[in-house]
């Protein structure tokens, strides 16, 4: 696992804590001095504290969300999402009501429910992209249902933002074409370019990617 310390200068919500076990091998003396790095990290942003706290927390963070199931590169990004958290929300840590670890994997927690979300989201808008294009092309491997573990969303924030509007109306909120021309006030062929030409990005993009 080879993880790049965050560059130090999400809505994650750091204010409310979800109690976690910690494993026996976790010592008061270790507990104390991880409260005492992320302190220090809050009090007076030392990335000194906060690479100590990053070396030791980091291994397993990364096995936790491993043996959630988040795939590999998913999982080194999500710890890298939360490391900046740490970071950015230090000022919220309260040792009077959870300890440096418990806090910090409360954001993971977080992270993942989000990451989750996420492949709802992406699941959601693979099926129903299936459904409307069966039959279409026999012949072409259908790339956007090989698209899972959020690769569609970060393909999606590519396309020109007209064209973004027109595939999650029509493919997460079930709009046909039609009626998106009616509420965007534009020619029902516009809407129809539109989607075409942004399956076709999807597409390459995708492959680029792969």
Known sequence: MIVRMPDMPSSD???????FPLPADVSVAERSEENAWLLRVKSAADP??????????SPRIHSYLRRGGIAPADAENALQDVWLVVWRKAAQFDPALASARTWIFTLVRNRVIDLERAARRDLR???VYVEATRGAHPDEPDLLAQALGGRIARVLAQLPREQQEVVLRCYVEGKSQREIAREQRVPLGTIKSRARLAFERLKQLIKESA
């Open 125 to 127: 808008l693979t099926g």
């Open 13 to 19: 919500d750091a204010s409310s804590v979800v109690r």
């Open 48 to 57: 000194h504290a906060f690479r100590r706290l990053f070396e030791r927390l």
